[in-house]
Structure formats: C-alpha cells, structure tokens
C-alpha cells in the first residue's frame, strides 16, 4: 500500500499556494481555475479552492487526524511557518528530536517532526 496525493480544501487559492511553496519549497507543477497541483520530490499536494465554508475547514480548527511533514531544518520551519500566516504549538521533545502540531493559514493541521540532518 502506498499514499497517493494529498487534497486540501482552502478559501484563498493564491494565499494557500503561496503558502506552500515559499514554506516548503513546494513547486507548481499543474493549475487550473480552481486548483493548483504542487511537488516536492515524491509529495505531491493539490490545492482546491472550497466552495463553501463546508468545504473550508474552520480556521483553528483541529481535525481528526494529521500528516507528519519531516524536515531537518526544524528552527528555520518553524519561523517560516509563523512569517507566513501559520501558526505553531510550543514544540515537543521525543526519542527522536522535536515536533509540533501547526496549521496553515486555513487552519489545515499537520505535525513538523524534526528529522536529524543529512
């Protein structure tokens, strides 16, 4: 078994696109009208613009699940997450370095696990 890509839902495309790729360093790799398909390496995101506040998670909200994203920048993450719109929980310690929960600027969560460098 394997994952495909990863759909989410956003009120503001270009913000949401934006978002991603100077964070991440997502790039735009397809677009539409109504959504924007972003890659790096093997991930793969697609952004759809919500058509409504039910299909627009609410802003903060937690969901019920997360997607762990990797990085072993952690620091420097953490501050471009904030620099751009997100927000992050005070970060965590564990066996393998830290993580903390954050969400997007559309209140999308994910988890930032700290992964030791290359």
Sequence with gaps: MRFGQINLYVADLDAATTF???????????????YRTLRRSRAEVTLFRAHGAEAAPARGAMPGMTADILVSDFDATVNRIRKAG??????????????????DPDGISWELIEEPGD
């Excluded at 991603?20 to 109504?34: L, N, P």
């Excluded at 997100?86 to 969400?103: D, H, I, N």
């Design 86 to 103: 997100g927000t992050v929980a005070e970060p965590q310690a564990w066996s393998g370095g830290r993580f903390a929960l954050f969400a």
């Design 20 to 34: 991603y790729t100077t964070v991440f360093g997502f790039e735009v790799i397809d677009q539409g009208a109504s």
